[in-house]
């Protein structure tokens, strides 16, 4: 008993490696997000004065949009190529080496985009956004990771929901700081751009004074002793032999596979059902409509009466609400379940979409529609700040072991980021066509993931990754014990079917 009420217990310094990897890394990929939104007319008057002292004539607005459109899409861009890149540096360098190894590329692009104005080059802006999204693309993935494996199981969930806590965190400071008032005019925005470095040199300073993740130092590393240490450190007391007791059962399991590759991942039947759901939670958060609803924000306000000098500060109120309702979740996660909330949020999300439809075409002649149309958007944020945002992240880290958790990152990532750079590329010109029915295809798309959640994905609450695996497998209708035998075969004696694949590669 005295045990139970141990592990319950959040100790300093997993308090403290947890803040610092989400401030350092998770607060980065928020505020690189909205950082260009506020002081784009100045951004863009400046590329174009450069050119006029380039050229000596002004730029076209068709290569200025075209300029703008780079730099707003090079950062999920970036964000995909990231994704890319977690497998090999987590498994070579591990997860507190790959945070420390990524702040290099935060540091390197603030620097530019910080300078750029002096050094009169709008290039290095569009450069910087592409390596700040590398960045965010490796600290949305290994932050997640890495909290999810030094958390104890208990408390999985809260834990790896604080870097969404702080991707919402970093969204707001970027609203606030871009006000007119303090950063975001003529003067301000390189300086702007520029302070995106200062957590990365934080961590970069505090970081290595943490334990690497348990699990990797004894699955991946063979280091038992070191894993030992860590774990001791983290829980607060010496008797860690259960968690040791759990990682070598897992690492047994395991040690016939290696290292998954995504491709193997992906013919792999064993993990079939799992593969599906992260996809299929991925694309659920970034094509469920959250950009559109941003972008509609500002007009539904000022359709409700809001000045148009005031919208800035609405804007931060809805970042606000958003903060708020993800700190709320960090504390209702392990209470309610992560199911719970993955079904209420995507049900908010697609109740209000259906709403907003309506309140959006009947607001010119119901005047209380607009008022109606704020309270969707209200909703709308607190279901995705609830349920869609964090969650998925935390499912990865669960259903998947040590592993496979690498290439299933890589697989969750890459999702994430091309439906977030799909989504800004395709939602203006379906908002041009469609208009307010726009949400109507969200509605749709966050009513079938819900759907698929309530029939496919299980809880996975207080259940070690061993117990989430077991459940798994009776989804994927194979033995755990096949599975590895599988395994084995797929990657020593690779089949005609995987050859032909390869070759075809």
Not at 50 to 73: C, E, K
Not at 136 to 151: C, I, Q, W
Not at 281 to 290: A, D, K, R, T, W
Request: contains cysteine.
């Amino acid at each position: 008993k005295k045990k139970a009420a141990q592990s319950t217990k959040l100790t300093i310094p997993l308090a403290l490696v947890t803040l610092i990897s989400a401030f350092g890394s998770s607060f980065q990929y928020g505020y690189n997000v909205s950082v260009i939104n506020s002081p784009a007319p100045y951004m863009q008057d400046f590329y174009n004065q450069t050119y006029i002292n380039r050229h000596g004539v002004p730029m076209d607005a068709s290569f200025q949009t075209l300029l703008w459109s780079l730099t707003v899409s090079m950062y999920p861009l970036g964000g995909f190529f990231g994704s890319l890149m977690v497998g090999p540096l987590v498994n070579n360098c591990g997860r507190k080496g790959t945070l420390l190894i990524n702040n290099l590329f935060s540091i390197v692009a603030a620097v530019l985009m910080g300078t750029s104005e002096i050094a009169k080059t709008f290039e290095v802006i569009i450069i910087s956004r592409v390596i700040m999204g590398i960045y965010a693309g490796l600290a949305s993935n290994v932050v997640p990771m890495f909290l999810g494996e030094l958390s104890p199981r208990n408390l999985r969930g809260a834990i790896g929901i604080v870097p969404q806590l702080f991707i919402t965190l970093g969204i707001l400071v970027a609203q606030i700081l871009g006000l007119t008032s303090i950063l975001g005019h003529v003067e301000g925005w390189p300086l702007l751009l520029g302070l995106t470095g200062i957590p990365s040199a934080f961590q970069l300073l505090t970081l290595p004074f943490f334990p690497e993740s348990p699990r990797y130092l004894l699955i991946q590393k063979g280091d038992e002793d070191q894993a030992r240490q860590a774990l001791q450190r983290l829980r607060g007391w010496d008797d860690v032999d259960d968690e040791i007791e759990e990682m070598r059962q897992e690492d047994k399991s395991e040690k016939e596979e290696g290292h998954l590759s995504v491709f193997t991942l992906c013919t792999f039947r064993g993990l079939r059902w799992q593969l599906i759901s992260i996809v299929v939670m991925m694309m659920g958060q970034q094509l469920s409509g959250i950009n559109a609803v941003f972008y509609y924000a500002d007009r539904i306000f000022l359709s409700a009466g809001v000045e148009t000098d005031n919208v800035q500060y609405v804007t931060v109120s809805i970042g606000a609400i958003n903060v708020l309702m993800t700190f709320l979740a960090v504390f209702i996660v392990e209470s309610l379940g992560r199911r719970i909330l993955l079904l209420a949020g995507f049900g908010l999300c697609c109740g209000s979409c259906a709403v907003l439809t309506l309140a959006l075409n009947l607001q010119n002649t119901v005047s209380w529609m607009s008022y109606l149309s704020i309270v969707c958007v209200i909703i709308y944020i607190i279901g995705h700040a609830i349920g869609a945002s964090p969650i998925p992240f935390v499912m990865i880290t669960e259903m998947f072991l040590q592993s496979s958790r690498p290439a299933a990152f890589m697989v969750g990532g890459s999702v994430h980021w091309l439906c977030n750079f799909t989504v800004g590329l395709v939602f203006l010109y379906m908002e041009a066509g469609l208009g307010a029915y726009s949400f109507l295809i969200f509605c749709g798309i966050c009513l079938a993931t819900m759907i698929y959640i309530f029939f496919i994905v299980p809880e996975t609450k207080n259940k070690t990754f061993m117990e989430i695996n077991r459940i798994m497998a009776k989804r994927n209708k194979v033995e755990i014990q096949t599975d590895v035998e599988q395994m084995m075969d797929l990657q020593t004696v690779p089949s005609e079917q995987c050859l032909q694949s390869a070759q075809f590669l």
